[in-house]
């Protein structure tokens, strides 16, 4: 495996990426970035299958448009990762800010603690193999996928007693799923937002994606696999159009 | 309903003299107001939109169709429009949503500016032997200039220009989306502004592959909602626009009707077929001017600095403090999209109230900018309501660089502004996606129009500032002396900073 190591200490974004970039067109699977501290925007419309080693804490809008690389991140993230990514995954071994995986429209993002508010928000889906996924291994604030348009968000509520407790979920969704482990109060849900059950055909098709989380974070995804969750889609593909009427 | 109906607003009839009872009314009427029963041809004036598509296509002149007189009490107040929006939320309890733009009769700056022509002690240019330079650069401009001496003795440019954009006219044509718009229409002005040296708006509805061969002039547009947003597609426009607000409707988003989102407009705006595609009023990862900055900076950062990026928003009260944040963000020119700003669907409400008129927005926000030092920094595009090329130039004169054009491409391309767009059905093939009425918009005739268009106004906008005796459009931007206000308060004149006409 072909590996760069880069010393992120004290440097811009810009030239860091450019060094990230670099790497990717000469070939390397395997970038290594240490002393990364609060640098904004690494792997942003970043391409190819690279493997990239965050040690430290990236800043805002980790992975923005991005296609194809892995991100691994040892630290916390700060708000957006994922934001408007394509492909690809981030593995956060932290907790991460508001907007995470904003508008993603394919690809992972795995986050082993919380997240801010506005998570998965606009998360949306076109084909079958463009699906967005967000699993959240602690509790989420806020607005969870509000106006999700398609793909997943996981909330396990790890060491949490409720996975969720802010309110506003799925306010405005019409496509995708939101699913919770345990029961979800339904004072929590937002505009638009309806509970359906979670049956074992839901267990069967999350079940790689709950052992995918695992594996990354060193859980024992039994622990997961029944059927105590919350299913959360849109009440319609339409939600707005009984708003309306013409002039 | 005890409500009843409301009387038709437009009266459609047939000269049945004339009428050879080809049928061609009922072929092209989408709306549904004629239909054949037995050997007669029926109207139901009810339905029409004034869209004039029969009126057109009639091989023997034989429609006419008029406004129909109000059929209510006259009354100053409570006008026709006035009841029957009452009658209409009455009897739906739902808000209004209107098409085009604000239909109130408001008095238009523009009309009440006048341009100035040279006499004799400083002629006029003609510009059918004098080269008139228009070509205008859009993007961030460097403070000053610096200049090397290499070893051989020759001056280098050491400054790094950030990219500009080449216009060979300050026309542009705006943001319209494929899915508000069909792609014929979006097709017909890509050849156009191909054509002509200037570009185009994807709006926020993607970038379609049958547009990739014009993409060099494609300004690919990023809202709330993301809509086709991707690397490949931030690399293949031109330069990145960022729409904040828009002056058909300022302060809320947009909102495309699931059923206008069909297979392709699904995969070009990346959403679930069939589905309302929403994009909410504010970003949601955009809560402040510094958040702001960091959209700019990490679409930036993905096209690897290449690309210039446009900030758009809504003519409002404070556009112009607004404005100056965004000129000191890294933000390469604003757009300042006026109240007459045309739109597919907006709640009426919104169209017709919200916001202020682009020639004061324009003049406001450069006098700003230049109070503090920064107009020549940034580029300032002006769009909403501009209908020709005298609206073009009193533009610049007040302060922008370049206009987008919105509804006047339309026209160009058949467009009777008849405000139905967000129903679907548009008869001219423009605001609508079903196929059999897309097609009737031919994209190669459509580019002829509309860069017919384009070249008028050049050549009008190129003997309005020979007659004002200046050759360079970078004389002409900001000049306001080369404007009057005629029956303009004294407020208003202020704040245009333009005398009044006979000073």
Request: with cysteine; charged share 25%.
């Amino acid at each position: 495996m072909k590996t760069v190591k880069i010393d992120a200490k004290g440097m811009h974004y810009t030239p860091l990426n450019q060094k990230i970039r670099a790497a990717v067109a000469d070939g390397a699977e395997e970038i290594i970035l240490d002393n990364v501290l609060g640098q904004r925007f690494i792997g942003d419309g970043v391409r190819g299958n690279v493997r990239i080693i965050i040690n430290g804490v990236p800043g805002g809008d980790l992975g923005m448009f991005m296609s194809g690389p892995t991100c691994i991140i040892h630290g916390n993230a700060e708000h957006a990762p994922g934001n408007t990514m394509d492909s690809g995954m981030l593995v956060i071994h932290g907790s991460a800010g508001d907007a995470v995986a904003h508008s993603m429209r394919g690809g992972k993002v795995f986050i082993r603690n919380n997240i801010g508010y506005r998570g998965g928000i606009h998360m949306k889906q076109y084909e079958v193999e463009a699906r967005p996924i967000l699993v959240i291994g602690g509790t989420a604030h806020s607005f969870l996928g509000e106006y999700m348009a398609g793909g997943l968000v996981l909330v396990l509520g790890i060491g949490k007693e409720k996975a969720m407790t802010d309110r506003g979920i799925g306010s405005g969704i019409h496509g995708g799923e939101i699913i919770i482990r345990g029961e979800v109060d339904d004072y929590l849900l937002g505009v638009g937002a309806k509970k359906f059950e979670f049956t074992e055909a839901d267990l069967e098709r999350i079940a790689p994606i709950i052992k995918s989380f695992c594996e990354q974070f060193g859980y024992d995804p039994a622990e997961f696999l029944d059927t105590n969750y919350t299913k959360i889609g849109p009440a319609s593909s339409r939600p707005f159009a009984s708003k309306y009427v013409w002039e | 309903m005890t409500l009843g109906s409301v009387p038709p607003k437009y009266k459609v009839s047939i000269d049945r003299d004339q009428c050879m009872d080809c049928g061609r009314c009922i072929e092209n009427c989408s709306y549904g107001v004629y239909r054949r029963e037995g050997d007669k041809i029926l109207i139901e004036s009810r339905k029409c939109t004034a869209c004039l598509r029969c009126v057109a296509m009639c091989p023997r002149d034989a429609i006419t169709l008029t406004e129909k007189p109000v059929d209510y009490r006259s009354h100053p107040v409570w006008t026709r429009e006035a009841r029957e929006d009452i009658i209409n939320q009455a009897r739906s309890g739902k808000i209004i949503l209107s098409g085009m733009g604000n239909v109130r009769d408001l008095p238009i700056i523009y009309d009440r500016l006048l341009l100035d022509a040279c006499q004799v002690t400083n002629p006029s240019i003609d510009p059918l032997r004098e080269p008139m330079e228009l070509r205008t650069y859009i993007g961030k401009k460097p403070k000053k200039l610096e200049f090397k001496k290499t070893e051989s003795g020759d001056v280098e440019l050491e400054t790094k220009l950030a990219p500009n954009l080449k216009l060979d006219t300050p026309i542009m044509i705006g943001h319209m989306s494929f899915g508000a718009i069909s792609l014929n229409s979006q097709l017909s002005m890509a050849k156009a502004v191909a054509k002509t040296g200037t570009y185009m708006g994807t709006g926020e509805g993607g970038l379609h592959k049958d547009l990739y061969p014009y993409q060099d002039h494609m300004i690919v547009q990023v809202a709330s909602g993301r809509f086709g947003v991707n690397i490949d597609y931030l690399e293949r426009g031109a330069a990145i626009e960022i729409k904040i607000g828009q002056g058909a409707k300022p302060g809320i988003g947009g909102h495309l009707p699931g059923e206008k989102v069909n297979e392709e407009v699904s995969k070009t705006r990346m959403i679930p077929l069939g589905s309302d595609a929403i994009s909410p009023a504010p970003h949601h990862d955009i809560y402040s001017i510094e958040d702001l900055v960091q959209l700019i900076r990490s679409l930036k950062e993905a096209t690897e600095w290449k690309k210039p990026v446009f900030v758009k928003i809504a003519a409002v009260h404070n556009v112009a403090p607004i404005a100056a944040g965004i000129a000191r963000s890294s933000a390469d020119a604003v757009v300042i999209d006026g109240f007459r700003g045309g739109t597919g669907a907006a709640p009426k409400v919104f169209r017709d109230h919200v916001g202020i008129p682009i020639e004061v927005a324009i003049a406001s926000v450069d006098q700003k900018l230049r109070e503090q030092g920064v107009r020549n920094e940034i580029s300032i595009i002006a769009s909403g309501g501009i209908r020709n090329s005298a609206d073009l130039a009193k533009s610049i004169a007040l302060g922008a660089d370049a206009v987008y054009i919105g509804t006047a491409a339309l026209v160009a391309l058949g467009c009777r502004v008849c405000g139905n767009c967000y129903r679907n059905l548009c008869p001219w093939g423009i605001a609508t996606q079903r196929p059999d009425l897309v097609s009737r918009l031919d994209p190669e005739a459509g580019a002829a129009q509309v860069s017919n268009l384009i070249h008028g106004w050049t050549l009008e906008l190129s003997e309005l500032m020979g007659a004002a005796g200046i050759n360079s459009i970078e004389s002409l931007r900001g000049n306001r002396d080369r404007l009057r206000g005629y029956m303009l308060d004294e407020g208003m004149l202020k704040i245009l900073d333009v005398q009044p006409a006979g000073a």
